[in-house]
């Protein structure tokens, strides 16, 4: 396409500001003294509004014309250049047609030429130049618009829209446009009218190739980790950013590796590189609490550092003498929730904790996890679980031992965990199945079994899902704990909801009592459970 009308005028429109400012010099340079004129020529050469209004309008439509050449944007200038002009043109003829009229006044003769006269002709004549060729202009090549609509768009069919239009060629590819659409003064404006008659249904709607497979940047382990913090930021956990560089000693503390240690450390407090988030988290648990701060809740998830080759990379160009997996460490201690007027205050413990780490797989799409009892140099012996995923273990987590409490001068009910993240992200689902609304109600049954204290729940869990062969238990919870009176010593009770449902039909009692019978027997035989009355 071309450039428009600006672009092939340039030359013409600088011409004509300086012919206006020129002219206008020419006019006051020749204008008859006061001793000159008689009273009729004062009255109608000096003070006909007509000469006044028609300078004006030159004056505007040089020093609007000249800002937009000068700019070349800013249409506003220009619109103010074309109104001038056709305002100087009307009065600019008004003096012309006026200067017989005076001169039969002052001289009794038609006419007696005078050099303001000749002024006022050149400018009706530059004004008039000036609107013809700013009311041409080109809207484009077929190609130019066919290439803006984005369809193909035939000659024929252009021509035919812009005589629409009532505008005329007038050669070489442009068309005159008339004086009362103003609002076309580029190519692009009469390609817009064209789209406008042809109809804008007639522009096909496509997905730019650009925006196919946006999606795919969001990796999985990028959608996982951030359904993971969204779990954790509900838990009222916030986020903590360690250096990778720690006291030797903190690491001595909660981890027995010995650490990478820095060759020139910025400081003695920095340096070794960490192989473990709990320094980090227990130090940060300690500043705060030195500060008022008492309900905390603080999770990390970075690297650490171990002194052991990488199992991906043990040689060959990519192998490196350290190992840099990620981990997530979680640490809390003071209230599970603020005291108010409803409750709170009671203080946290290992199950919030706990809890968290279910909601955080849960928000994964790791099902197959358990805790069992686990030792861990950090934890306290009597509340140390290891987390296993499909058999694996991945994690550690309970209270931090007395020892660790003290040297980071936090108080004994802190809880802490570290999860491997690595691990995790293998076991992930980024995208989860979803199910719709059961058509079938559910069968609710409560169980409640006698068994040795020593007999972990996760055991029962197992037992009880291992007798549902029909695949007709959808829920199965924790839901009593209890010991003491009239239970016998060395046993307690624990009790179970069960939801059961089946996907194709309603389940009779029958059904959901003989699955129960089956849980009785299994429990019976492999646990020793008695049912309780």
């Keep these: 396409m071309t450039s428009g009308w600006l672009g092939k005028s340039r030359p013409y429109l600088w011409g004509l500001a300086v012919a206006m400012l020129l002219c206008s010099f020419w006019g006051i340079a020749h204008a008859p003294t006061e001793a000159q004129m008689g009273t009729v020529q004062k009255i109608i050469y000096i003070h006909v509004p007509s000469a006044t209004a028609a300078y004006t309008a030159f004056f505007v439509t040089f020093v609007a014309s000249i800002v937009y050449l000068v700019s070349g944007k800013g249409r506003r200038w220009d619109q103010v250049a074309v109104s001038s002009c056709e305002i100087g043109m ?69 021509d035919r829209w812009l005589r629409a239009l009532q505008l005329v060629p007038v050669g070489d590819g442009r068309w005159s446009v008339p004086s009362w659409r103003q609002d076309l003064t580029r190519e692009i404006d009469c390609i817009e009218e064209i789209a406008r008659l042809r109809g804008y249904d007639t522009i096909p ?31 009222g956990f916030d986020e903590a950013l360690n250096y990778s560089f720690l006291a030797e000693k903190d690491l001595a503390a909660v981890s027995p590796q010995t650490p990478l240690r820095l060759a020139n450390p910025l ?47 043990r040689s060959g160009e990519l192998a490196w003498p350290a190992h840099e997996p990620r981990r997530l460490g979680l640490a809390l201690t003071g ?9 709170g205050g009671d203080a946290a413990d290992f199950y919030d904790l706990k809890g968290a780490v279910e909601d955080v797989l849960e928000a994964m799409g790791i099902a197959e996890a358990r805790f069992q009892p686990g030792a861990h140099p950090a934890l306290h012996p009597a509340s140390s679980s290891t987390l296993l995923v499909r058999g694996q273990p991945t994690g550690n987590l309970g209270q931090v031992d007395p020892r660790v409490a003290a040297h980071f001068e936090v108080p004994q009910e802190t809880f802490v965990a570290e999860l491997d993240w690595e691990v995790q992200l293998e076991h992930s689902l980024a995208l989860k199945r979803l199910r719709g609304v059961p058509k079938f109600p559910a069968v609710a049954r409560d169980l409640a079994f006698v068994v040795e204290a020593s007999v972990p729940a996760e055991r029962l869990l197992e037992e009880i899902r291992g007798a549902d062969s029909a695949k007709l238990l959808e829920h199965v919870t924790l839901f009593d704990v209890y010991r003491g009176p009239p239970v016998p010593e060395g046993r307690k009770s624990v009790a179970f909801g069960l939801s059961l449902r089946a996907a194709d039909r309603t389940l009779t009692d029958a059904e959901a009592d003989a699955l129960c019978a089956s849980i009785r027997d299994r429990l019976k035989a492999r646990v020793g459970a008695e049912i309780r009355a």
């Design 267 to 313: 400081t003695s407090e920095q340096g070794a590189m960490r192989t473990t988030l709990l320094a980090g988290l227990l130090r940060n648990l300690g500043y705060n609490l030195a500060r008022g701060v008492c309900d905390l809740k603080l999770y990390e998830l970075g690297r650490v550092y171990l002194p052991e080759a990488d199992a991906r990379h």
């Design 205 to 235: 709607v496509k997905l730019h190739p650009a925006g196919v497979g946006e999606t795919a940047a969001i990796t999985p382990q990028w959608r996982v980790t951030a359904q993971a913090r969204a779990a954790l930021s509900a838990h």
């Design 90 to 158: 009307v009065f600019s003829a008004v003096v012309l047609v006026s200067g017989p009229l005076w001169a039969r006044s002052a001289w009794n003769t038609w006419w007696t030429w005078e050099p303001r006269l000749t002024s006022f002709l050149i400018m009706w004549i530059l004004y008039g130049g000036y609107f013809l060729i700013r009311s041409s202009v080109s809207p484009g090549s077929r190609r130019d618009v066919s290439a803006v609509l984005g369809v193909p768009v035939g000659d024929a069919e252009v």
């Design 335 to 343: 209230s599970r929730r603020a005291k108010s007027w409803s409750g």
